[in-house]
T-cell receptor
Framework: KAGVTQTPRYLIKTRGQQVTLSCSPISGHRSVSWYQQTPGQGLQFLFEYFSETQRNKGNFPGRFSGRQFSNSRSEMNVSTLELGDSALYLC??????????FGPGTRLTVL | GQNIDQPTEMTATEGAIVQINCTYQTSGFNGLFWYQQHAGEAPTFLSYNVLDGLEEKGRFSSFLSRSKGYSYLLLKELQMKDSASYLCAVRGTSGGSYIPTFGRGTSLIVHP
């Protein structure tokens, strides 16, 4: 069974730009969660989608948004990028139990 | 709010047993998770506890006491490959959502 895939793996943007990250969950998994990981703040929850609906949302500004498609693939968008948005963005999918499988992440650098 | 505390770093010897503690404060407790993260890699799920008691999975066991806001991860028969960061995460409620809050991680160093 293929794991969680994320694209792109690395991304460099400048302040003020926007970015879209993509995540394909494990086949059959309908829940996709997004996280931000930085050395300063650690791992922080962004949001969770289930069957195309945002089910849970963390404490991030509205510049961070996401969506999920009918095939469970998910995208995350960050608008008006700031230097502090430089981080590893992780996506995780979950099946019917509570075991989460993480993708390799997208390393975003904002210059 | 939610708060997670775990030691920053621990060292242990190959073949030994190590216990990594995690204390937490949360609203609307809805489960506690342990993850392993090797440097430069994504986290890997280890365990999930929602009821008090011990959950065993091979060399790894996780314990939860909801009344004490306390959990531990027990690693037996330590191997060099167990050197990694161990993250404790608690799912609680905030603003109508279930949100997992992560500790800063415990860096475990296993030496020969």
């Amino acid at each position: 069974k293929a794991g969680v895939t994320q694209t792109p793996r690395y991304l460099i943007k400048t302040r003020g730009q926007q970015v879209t990250l993509s995540c394909s969950p494990i086949s059959g998994h309908r829940s996709v969660s997004w996280y931000q990981q930085t050395p300063g703040q650690g791992l922080q929850f962004l949001f969770e989608y289930f069957s195309e609906t945002q089910r849970n949302k963390g404490n991030f500004p509205g510049r961070f948004s996401g969506r999920q498609f009918s095939n469970s693939r998910s995208e995350m968008n960050v608008s008006t990028l700031e230097l502090g948005d430089s981080a590893l963005y992780l996506c995780a999918s979950r099946g019917i139990d509570n075991e989460q499988f993480f993708g390799p992440g997208t390393r975003l650098t904002v210059l | 709010g939610q708060n997670i505390d775990q030691p920053t770093e621990m060292t242990a010897t190959e073949g030994a047993i190590v216990q990594i503690n995690c204390t937490y404060q949360t609203s609307g407790f809805n489960g506690l998770f342990w993850y392993q993260q090797h440097a430069g890699e994504a986290p890997t799920f280890l365990s999930y506890n929602v009821l008090d008691g011990l959950e065993e999975k091979g060399r790894f066991s996780s314990f939860l006491s909801r009344s004490k806001g306390y959990s531990y991860l027990l690693l037996k028969e330590l191997q060099m490959k167990d050197s990694a960061s161990y993250l404790c995460a608690v799912r609680g409620t905030s603003g109508g959502s279930y949100i997992p809050t992560f500790g800063r991680g415990t860096s475990l160093i296993v030496h020969p």
